[in-house]
């Protein structure tokens, strides 16, 4: 198996922007976890999907983040309008369970000047 | 509320030398701990995992120990080298008010040569 997918690897955009980024789970990994790193916050959990369901997105730092994983095998970070303190990076990470061991990608390293 | 916290500075040590990080946790009693390695401009990768009814757990030159009434996790690389440096993090897994795996913000070592 290859892995996590994430794309693209590096992200730089302008604020105000629109900012997509992608995920592809490992097969057959029914849950699927977005997280955001910085130096002063560590990782942080962002959303997770079970079976393509949001099951907590009390992470998403505000309206201007939105999630969705349309099926298995795919999923999308979205941030409209992006800011600076948007930029970080991040991770996609799934597992077989909520609680077993996460397989991260790795990472898109997004910068909004 | 759930806490973890790791080492805060970073740990220098001399090739050779055993590696000693911490994981202390409040508010919580986790079934499990695991670590994880993460190298610069990666994701985090799975190392070990131990049980609350397992005081140690070995692999290769990696100890794990967990103390669940001092509440922390000892992570040791005995013979370090230069190719151990990374940042090391910690998770617990769900408890009654996180539903998800958390992670520590992680310890830096670096292993000089």
């Known amino acids: 198996d290859a892995g996590v997918i994430q794309s693209p690897r590096h992200e730089v955009t302008e604020m105000g922007q629109e900012v997509t980024l992608r995920c592809k789970p490992i097969?057959?990994?029914?849950?699927l976890f977005w997280y955001r790193q910085t130096m002063m916050r560590g990782l942080e959990l962002l959303i997770y999907?079970?079976?393509?369901?949001?099951?907590?997105d009390s992470g998403m730092p505000e309206d201007r983040f939105s999630a969705k994983m349309p099926n298995a095998s795919f999923s999308t970070l979205k941030i409209q309008p992006s800011e600076p303190r948007d930029s970080a990076v991040y991770f996609c990470?799934?597992?077989?369970?909520?609680?077993?061991?996460?397989?991260f990608g790795p990472g898109t390293r997004l910068l909004v000047l | 509320s759930q806490k973890i916290e790791q080492n805060s500075e970073a740990l220098n040590i001399q090739e050779g030398k055993t590696a000693t990080l911490t994981c202390n946790y409040t508010?919580?009693?986790?079934?499990?701990l695991q670590w994880y390695r993460q190298d610069p401009g990666r994701g985090p990768v799975f190392l070990l995992l131990?049980?609350?009814?397992?005081k140690e757990k070995r692999k290769e030159r990696l100890k794990v120990t967990f103390d669940t009434t001092l509440k922390q996790s000892l992570f040791h690389i005995t013979a370090s080298q230069p190719a151990d440096s990374a940042t090391y993090l910690c998770?617990?897994?769900?408890?009654?008010?996180?539903?998800?795996?958390?992670f520590g913000s992680g310890t830096q070592l670096t292993v000089l040569p």
């Open positions: 990470a799934s597992s077989t369970s909520v609680q077993e061991t996460q397989y």
């Open positions: 097969s057959g990994h029914d849950y």
């Open positions: 999907f079970n079976n393509n369901v949001p099951i907590d």
């Open positions: 508010n919580y009693s986790p079934a499990y």
């Open positions: 131990i049980r609350e009814n397992e």
């Open positions: 998770a617990l897994p769900p408890s009654g008010s996180a539903r998800q795996l958390t």
